[in-house]
């Protein structure tokens, strides 16, 4: 008696582990040269004493004990959270405030978006020089303006107290288009029914925006602070072509330090060191944003289910 053979399972290919190899190797190589292998050598070269052109000298966490004594990066540290506090607070602010306004629906609103949105288009170098010929105190235009409204010039980014708002403004300027098309794109997914309940029970606009529109786009205006936080946090070609981290250090981010170290003192290991404590500052605001991201969604939901 014959026994009748197992049906085939359909869809399943008759593929062995091995087979899958000439596959997913080509992704494991790039990954590897790509991400693995810098992050490796940098912390390789963190313990390392090594300048370039001269001999390397192991001294382990010895560069790591070295930055929590210096002044410069932990000014440098102070500098990047100011930095970053501005530069995402204000944009987000603008942004919401924007997102609203080109919501609702008048003439040439599509024309209005469309120059809006131009600064994020354009290169960050390009806006860094055109933004220091602003500056300038005797022949930029943002002190032409000021007289007209009976204010004397400003220094701007010349002066230490006022450069890390005036570069601020740089940012904001620039990226306050892109939280306004995250918020548009949450404004554009609400239901209509609350607002059309909410205007039937004599509810005026702030009330809407607050106990409506604002537990409704809070999670997208959560999806643009996790992206500005990031983005300032790692903030560099701005920075350096207005200031290079001047006047003094009074704007030396992290970046700008990490950089100067490594690539204008040519001490690698310290600046490796640098780096790797950077990464661990952006993972750790990074996981604390994401944190916040879910709360937030988790908000929404049970204002939405409420």
Do not use: C
């Not at 919401?96 to 209005?112: D, M, N, T, W």
């Not at 022949?139 to 708002?165: D, H, K, R």
């Not at 999806?223 to 001047?246: C, E, H, N, P, W």
């Amino acid at each position: 008696m014959t026994q009748a053979a197992t049906p085939a399972t359909p869809g399943r290919i008759g593929l062995s582990s091995r087979d899958y190899w000439p596959f997913v190797a080509p992704a494991l190589i790039v990954v590897g040269s790509v991400i693995v292998f810098p992050w490796v050598f940098t912390i390789y070269m963190a313990m390392h004493e090594w300048k370039a052109g001269g001999a390397q000298s192991f001294v382990g966490l010895g560069n790591f004990a070295r930055l929590a004594s210096d002044a410069r990066f932990l000014e440098s540290i102070v500098h990047t959270l100011l930095y970053t506090g501005l530069a995402v607070t204000a944009p987000v602010v603008l942004g919401v405030f924007s997102a609203v306004i080109f919501h609702e629906r008048f003439p040439l609103r599509g024309l209005l978006r469309g120059l809006f949105i131009m600064p994020m288009m354009a290169t960050p170098v390009a806006i860094a020089l055109v933004w220091v010929m602003m500056f300038h105190p005797q022949l930029g235009v943002l002190n032409y303006l000021l007289s007209f409204v009976g204010l004397g010039p400003l220094t701007w980014v010349f002066n230490p107290a006022t450069v890390i708002p005036s570069l601020v403004l740089v940012e904001t300027w620039q990226w306050t288009p892109l939280v306004m098309l995250i918020v548009l794109g949450g404004l554009a997914s609400l239901p209509t029914e609350p607002y059309e309940s909410a205007l039937i029970d004599g509810a005026s606009r702030w009330q809407m925006f607050r106990h409506i529109t604002w537990p409704m786009i809070l999670p997208f205006v959560m999806v643009a602070v996790i992206i500005r936080t990031i983005d300032a946090l790692k903030s560099f070609d701005i920075i350096f072509a207005i200031t290079q981290g001047g006047p003094g250090t009074a704007s030396e981010t992290i970046n700008i330090y990490l950089y100067n170290t490594a690539f204008a003192y040519y001490n690698m290991g310290y600046g490796s060191a640098i780096a790797v404590v950077f990464f661990i500052i952006v993972v750790a605001l990074s996981l604390v944003m994401l944190w916040l991201r879910q709360r937030s969604k988790w908000n929404a939901d049970a204002g939405a289910a409420a």
